[in-house]
């Protein structure tokens, strides 16, 4: 059975599922790819969620850098490889889809690395966000483009555009 419950956030709403097995979903309020409920699916509470809510909490009060949740996401062979090595990025920093796609050993399928990175179901704890284009620019993410710039300022790889002007 997988327990699921609604969070605010200062990105909005986040709909956080998980079971026994570890962290199934952070989806956000208005999501690109929606993850099927299932007749197993049941609003709750659960421990993960807890936690997951608290170390959640902690990150946006900008106090925990790293996650340490079980997780498990459902996808492919492939895009758990992505979806690992997204976990590898360091806080605060960026890489591009095509360093992205060298490191999980594919230089080579950068289109179908950014489409597994665009499928991951636990943004935020897997740092999709830090993959932005080669030329610096901020391209795709599920929670939006505003959020994406909101989670690598709040990480300290972008400047707060309230900054740029300051002496």
Not at 42 to 48: K, N, Q, S, T, V
Not at 73 to 91: D, K, M, N
């Amino acid at each position: 059975m997988i327990v699921y419950t609604s969070i605010d956030s200062p990105v909005g709403p986040l709909l956080l599922a998980v079971n026994d097995d570890g962290l199934h979903l952070i989806e956000f309020h208005v999501p690109r790819h929606p993850m099927p409920r299932g007749t197993d699916w049941r609003e709750g509470d659960h421990a993960l969620l807890r936690a997951t809510q608290a170390q959640l909490d902690d990150y946006f009060a900008g106090h925990r850098r790293d996650f340490d949740l079980p997780l498990a996401p459902r996808g492919t062979e492939f895009q758990r490889s992505v979806w690992h090595t997204l976990a590898t990025i360091p806080y605060g920093e960026t890489i591009s889809y095509a360093q992205l796609a060298t490191r999980v050993g594919k230089p080579s399928a950068t289109r179908a690395v950014g489409a597994a990175n665009g499928r991951n179901p636990l943004p935020i704890v897997l740092p999709c966000h830090r993959v932005i284009g080669s030329d610096g620019s901020l391209t795709g993410f599920g929670g939006g483009l505003p959020t994406k710039r909101y989670l690598l300022q709040l990480e300290g790889a972008l400047p707060n555009e309230d900054d740029l002007f300051a002496a």
